[in-house]
């Protein structure tokens, strides 16, 4: 039996997606670290669960896994999905001796300066930055690029405290609202302008076995920008092309770039109108936003599997052949409050119904989402890419969600 422990300070259920297939891989032991422990059908995945007060603390982390090792013998991976655990996950592992992505290495797909200086080092593109430490950091840098920049925390995620920065006074206000510091830096970009886009990869040892892509519309800052829009992510059925040749290149060189040795990466990237690239950011984790559910549906495979299989056992069981395209839609409407009603499901449905392979609709009472991923979603796939984006554009035309 090997012991693998599943990090997770929550059950959420994107989250359980992926210690469910870690559970389910053979001769595998599921522990659990939480702050709250998985219930109901989840509870039978784990042998056992340490619950820790800060689910996100190194040193909490540490003290978990080895009560796990004390009751179970030796851990074989130490192991978690979310963005703000890559760096303590990665300490706890090197404390402990257990193998998968090292601290330095977590650290520059985490930090998005270093990682942005560090691409930038091997050649590869990205949108200019500065940290900013001061109000001095920030006159500097805006003489330098320019109105609109972009402020975001340098460690940042789900576009929270990230905004498109047109003046002087917008400036100061996001400066405060991030309490920018000498201590607490806030980063700086140059304003990307085209299309957004993201990659895909499942890496072992070094290299880039699987790869995939998908576009945004609009891009989710955009989205953030006007509660009303109805974010749409497309699979498309092939990445062969040239439309994405140089991206892919540039993804796969930038996984090598900041060495990553095993795992899933989703980097973000821009098309900009002139048809130069440049990279937003890139993750060593799977990605959110339903896109390994969306490469799962477009492989006819379990990508979250492939994701265990290389985090358990550096192993990769592809090629898998892209059967299909696949959109998702994110459900979610202009107004506050909690969700009243979702019209024009029923329409929709008629339309579009025979291509939906998973929906989850917003659940009438609950608290509006302030996420680019809405309340809801609803996911399509056929074989082309161009029936799939008509079925997104209908979907979020004939369905709209009410607040009150
Ligand atoms: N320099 C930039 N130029 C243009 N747009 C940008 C820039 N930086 C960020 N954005 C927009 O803001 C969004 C969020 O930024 P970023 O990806 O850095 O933050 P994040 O919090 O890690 O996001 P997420 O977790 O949603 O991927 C991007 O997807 C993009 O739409
Ligand atoms: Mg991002």
Redesign the pocket.
């Known amino acids: 039996m090997r012991n693998v422990v599943f990090v997770a300070p929550f059950p959420l259920e994107t989250t359980m997606r992926f210690a469910r297939a870690v559970g389910q891989l053979p001769g595998v032991r599921l522990l659990g670290i939480a702050q709250e422990a998985a219930g109901g059908d989840d509870r039978a995945l784990f042998a056992d669960v340490v619950t820790v007060r800060d689910g996100l603390d190194a040193r909490q982390l540490v003290e978990a896994a080895q009560l796990l090792a004390k009751r179970h013998g030796g851990l074989h991976r130490m192991v978690g999905i979310l963005?703000p655990l890559q760096v303590s996950l990665a300490e706890a592992r090197q404390a402990l001796g257990i193998p998968g992505t090292n601290p330095v290495t977590a650290d520059l797909f985490r930090d998005?300066g270093r990682m942005k200086d560090e691409l930038r080092r091997h050649g590869l593109p990205c949108?200019r930055h500065a940290v900013i430490r001061s109000w001095a950091d920030a006159e500097a840098f805006v003489k330098q690029v320019g109105f609109p920049v972009?402020v975001?925390p340098p460690a940042?995620?789900?576009?929270?405290s990230?905004w498109r920065i047109e003046n002087v006074d917008e400036l100061g206000a996001a400066l405060r609202a991030l309490h920018a510091s000498p201590e607490r830096p806030a980063l700086a970009?140059?304003?990307?302008r085209g299309r957004?886009f993201s990659f895909e990869t499942i890496t072992i040892d070094g290299r880039v076995q699987f790869e995939s892509a998908t576009r945004y519309y609009p891009?989710?800052?955009?989205v953030m920008e006007k509660p009303w829009i109805q974010w749409v992510v497309v699979l498309p059925r092939t990445i062969d092309g040239p439309d994405y040749a140089d991206a892919r290149a540039l993804g796969v060189k930038a996984v090598t770039a900041l060495g990553l040795e095993t795992g899933m990466t989703h980097m973000?990237w821009?098309r900009r109108d002139d048809g130069s690239l440049a990279i937003?950011?890139i993750a060593a984790r799977p990605p959110g936003a339903n896109i390994v559910r969306m490469n799962s549906f477009a492989h006819d495979t379990d990508m979250y599997r492939a994701w265990a299989r290389a985090v358990v056992d550096s192993a990769y069981d592809g090629p898998y052949e892209r059967k299909y395209a696949v959109g998702c839609a994110f459900l979610r409407g202009g107004g506050r409050g909690r969700v009243r009603a979702v019209h024009g499901v029923d329409a929709a449905n008629a339309r579009v119904g025979k291509l939906v392979v998973e929906s989850k609709l917003p659940a009438p009472g609950s608290p509006k989402s302030d996420s680019y991923e809405g309340d809801g979603y609803v996911i399509v796939r056929d074989p082309d890419t161009e029936v799939v984006k008509q079925a997104m554009t209908t979907i979020i035309e004939t369905i709209s969600v009410e607040y009150a």
């Open positions: 963005e998005k949108a972009v975001k940042g995620m789900g576009s929270k990230t970009e140059e304003f990307l957004e891009t989710p800052l955009e973000e821009f937003g950011e």
